[in-house]
């Protein structure tokens, strides 16, 4: 079985800064993109940032500048550092990985239970 673990959640103040980490541990060939995503309440989820295996990265518009998604491939872990937070970050978010677990298998899409985050202005 496969499970991804995040952590790094919390409050804090807008301004301030929080670094997300989310490891994905089991039966693991191979990690394609990892991202993380978040959902306010009353919204829909959104991807928030993701990481190519090979190290391509895209944002959303919202986040350019201020986060920036990491992975370490050797602990098949991705980070999500947050800088100069505001108060519209306040939301849950989601760890996600497409990972193959065999050789012969497809590539699946797996989640986090999820971190929340709360920016206080």
């Known amino acids: 079985q496969v499970q991804l673990v995040e952590s790094g959640g919390g409050l804090v103040q807008a301004g301030g800064s929080l670094r997300l980490s989310c490891a994905a541990s089991?039966?693991?060939?191979?990690?394609?993109?990892m991202g993380w995503y978040r959902q306010a309440p009353g919204k829909q989820r959104e991807l928030v940032a993701v990481?190519?295996?090979?190290?391509?990265?895209s944002y959303v518009d919202s986040v350019k500048g201020r986060f920036t998604i990491s992975r370490d491939n050797a602990k098949n872990t991705v980070y999500l550092q947050m800088n100069n937070v505001k108060p519209e970050d306040t939301a849950i978010y989601y760890c996600n990985a497409d990972i193959k677990r065999t050789i012969w298998d497809q590539t699946t899409g797996y989640w986090g239970q999820g971190t929340q985050v709360t920016v206080s202005s």
């Open positions: 089991g039966r693991i060939v191979s990690i394609n993109n």
């Open positions: 990481v190519s295996s090979s190290g391509r990265i």
